[in-house]
């Protein structure tokens, strides 16, 4: 039976005055089924085509952090360690950091993991 499910889309956002943006990740969030998941790529020579002097290793550890604190990872301080809602409300909300998240889109579905890998195949690869 399909769930209803919300994601967005992580962008890195490398220079806000010029407002160019590269989809990085997706994150998405299934409460029935009690699933949050993220999943990121950066690719290096497609960022250095909008911002040649971008810090990379420093979007690769904000990227990493998503993903762990999606995952509940306890090592990820205190927001890994909320529920999925709030995990999720927070990893969406609106921020003016190198990495931003789109609005939240909504949709079904019956497994959010293979609509995760789905999604992050045609938004971000």
């Known amino acids: 039976m399909a769930e209803p499910f919300s994601y967005a889309i992580l962008r890195l956002v490398p220079d806000i005055e010029r407002g160019e943006q590269l989809n990085v990740g997706v994150v ?4 029935p089924l009690d699933f949050l998941g993220a ?16 810090d990379l290793e ?9 993903e762990r604190v999606a995952a509940g990872d306890a090592g990820a301080g205190p927001i ?21 998240p789109s609005e939240v889109h909504t949709g079904l ?3 959010p993991r293979a609509c995760l890998d789905e999604l992050f195949e045609r938004l971000v690869r």
């Open 80 to 100: 890994a360690e909320l529920d999925t809602t709030a995990r999720f409300h927070w990893l969406v909300a609106p921020s003016s950091t190198i990495v931003q």
């Open 28 to 31: 998405v969030f299934c409460r």
């Open 39 to 54: 999943r990121t790529a950066l690719d290096d020579d497609r960022a250095r085509a909008i911002a040649p002097n971008v």
């Open 109 to 111: 579905c019956d497994d």
């Open 58 to 66: 420093g979007a690769r550890r904000h990227l990493a952090a998503i």
